[in-house]
């Protein structure tokens, strides 16, 4: 399926999804918080897209925005997608957990948690799992000061 053969089908599934090539080979799609659970659960058990592999999930900055950037592939149709998804309230991001529907990111979500506070709703064990425990702040967001180093230097 071609990416414009993509578009017209996950298109016709919510008006509401923004499309882009611009950015990379692979269709981007940015999806509303609210909305995102219900489409990537869709885009996996849809017969003709089939996204059975979630090959990368991570955590972004974008300074105004924090958010998700999800990369998916059909190992039986052979393509690939990217869906975005962000938030502008950095006191609390808050999204879905997708761990229900690809169990490999339940790591990922851990690790978004860790550096950037983005919190998953209904993950099975949110933790930090690389910071120490008592660790202030998110290191991986821009906004990040690191008040140890900065008294060394």
């Known amino acids: 399926m071609t990416n414009s053969d993509l578009q017209t089908l996950i298109s016709s599934w919510n008006s509401e999804?923004?499309?882009s090539e611009a950015e990379s080979q692979f269709l981007n799609i940015t999806v509303k918080p609210e909305h995102l659970h219900e489409l990537l659960s869709q885009l996996k058990s849809?017969?003709?897209t089939s996204f059975d592999y979630l090959f990368c999930l991570t955590g972004m900055d974008w300074g105004t925005?924090?958010?998700v950037v999800?990369?998916?592939e059909s190992?039986?149709?052979r393509h690939q997608l990217v869906v975005k998804v962000k938030t502008s309230d950095r006191e609390n991001p808050t999204f879905d957990s997708v761990c229900d529907i690809w169990s490999t990111a339940e790591f990922h979500e851990m690790?978004?948690?860790d550096y950037f506070g983005i919190k998953f709703n209904n993950h099975p064990n949110l933790k930090r799992l690389f910071m120490p425990k008592d660790w202030v702040g998110y290191?991986?967001?821009k906004d990040y000061v690191?008040?140890?180093n900065m008294i060394i230097k």
Request: net charge negative.
């Open 65 to 67: 925005d924090l958010g």
């Open 146 to 148: 690191d008040e140890v």
């Open 70 to 72: 999800y990369h998916l």
């Open 111 to 113: 690790e978004v948690f």
């Open 17 to 19: 999804l923004e499309f």
């Open 139 to 141: 290191p991986l967001r």
């Open 46 to 48: 849809n017969t003709e």
């Open 75 to 77: 190992t039986t149709h």
